[in-house]
């Protein structure tokens, strides 16, 4: 596994996270003020969970229009983690396949 897909792993490990990112994805972009209202931790706390899906490369600060610092998901994010977590369903399938053709050859006393 490389460095990044762990990274990405890691960061949607913790719960709160994941809940960021759910929200990310239902409303496209969020704040920390916004993510404070709805979360029951504190500012501190958020910006702590925001920085650690920041630096797994899930999301990234778009550009500032005022003083509030908005986040959205990065496109590509997900997309090696996306391919590894195929790659060893694909794995798993066969491997099971196999299992089963090889049980299925046994005859049974």
Request: no cysteine; proline share 6%; net charge positive.
């Amino acid at each position: 596994m490389s460095d990044q897909i762990g990274a990405v792993f890691a960061a949607l490990s913790d719960p709160t996270r994941r809940t960021v990112v759910q929200s990310l994805l239902q409303e496209g972009s969020t704040s920390v003020p916004a993510l404070t209202a709805t979360l029951p931790i504190s500012r501190q706390a958020v910006a702590k969970h925001l920085a650690a899906l920041e630096d797994a490369s899930l999301l990234e600060r778009m550009p500032q229009t005022g003083r509030e610092v908005r986040y959205r998901l990065r496109g590509d994010a997900l997309a090696p983690a996306t391919a590894w977590l195929k790659d060893a369903e694909s794995a798993w399938e066969g491997r099971l396949g196999r299992l089963k053709r090889a049980v299925e050859k046994d005859p049974q006393p």
